[in-house]
């Protein structure tokens, strides 16, 4: 895991001093507050990432469709193979 540089977790624990009204003698708590919110966010952040669908490098992405419907009502064969969807197109 990565490191948070630390004017990031300073720059967020003034945040939340300043968020709660400057209070004396809570630098540590507010300090190790905004490393844990920023260790969520890298986190969540990485996770998102990894949930993103990602393409191989020379790949193209295709549908396939049985019947394409055109808007006057008339229908035209795709080539295609199963699947059995109907896709409306305008023209």
């Not at 905004?34 to 490098?57: G, I, T, V």
């Amino acid at each position: 895991m990565r490191d948070i540089p630390l004017a990031a977790i300073r720059a967020r624990a003034y945040d939340i001093w300043e968020r709660n009204h400057r209070p004396a003698g809570f630098e540590i708590q507010f300090w190790l507050l905004a490393e844990r919110e920023l260790r969520a966010e890298m986190e969540n952040r990485r996770d998102a990432e990894a949930l993103e669908p990602r393409m191989m490098q020379g790949r193209t992405a295709s549908a396939e469709v049985d019947f394409v419907q055109v808007k006057s009502g008339q229908s035209q064969m795709a080539q295609a193979s199963g699947g059995g969807r109907t896709e409306t197109v305008e023209g």
